[in-house]
């Protein structure tokens, strides 16, 4: 069993950054993680993804201005966002996999016009 724990959303203005952070409370090594999002009234949707081997997959909608990044030793996986917009307002969730999904409780982002 991991439990993940996000931490580092909040509000920003249009154009600003954050970082978040997904900490597990056990090994990572050999699991492949990934962030999603949900918006109000949408589906949760894939942001970005790091496997085990560190290849990664980004939504068209973030390519270029976020990154996905991962710390083993630390057992925390991480997401810089960057150039932020309106439309990147959402709970952003930590998600891992090792045969077994689990996820986070979730952060908010909210990005203002």
């Known amino acids: 069993q991991v439990q993940l724990v996000e931490s580092g959303g909040g509000l920003v203005q249009a154009g600003g950054s954050l970082r978040l952070s997904c900490a597990a409370s056990?090994?990572?090594?050999?699991?492949?993680l990934g962030w999603y999002r949900q918006a109000l009234g949408k589906q949760r949707e894939v942001v970005a993804r790091?496997?085990?081997?560190?290849?990664?997959v980004y939504a068209d909608s973030v390519k270029g201005r976020f990154t996905i990044s991962r710390d083993n030793d630390k057992r925390t996986v991480y997401l810089q966002m960057g150039s932020l917009k309106p439309e990147d307002t959402a709970v952003y969730y930590c998600?891992?996999?090792?045969?077994?999904?689990?996820w986070g409780q979730g952060t908010q982002v909210t990005v203002s016009s």
């Open positions: 998600n891992a996999n090792g045969g077994k999904l689990y």
């Open positions: 790091i496997t085990r081997f560190g290849a990664i």
């Open positions: 056990g090994s990572i090594w050999s699991l492949d």
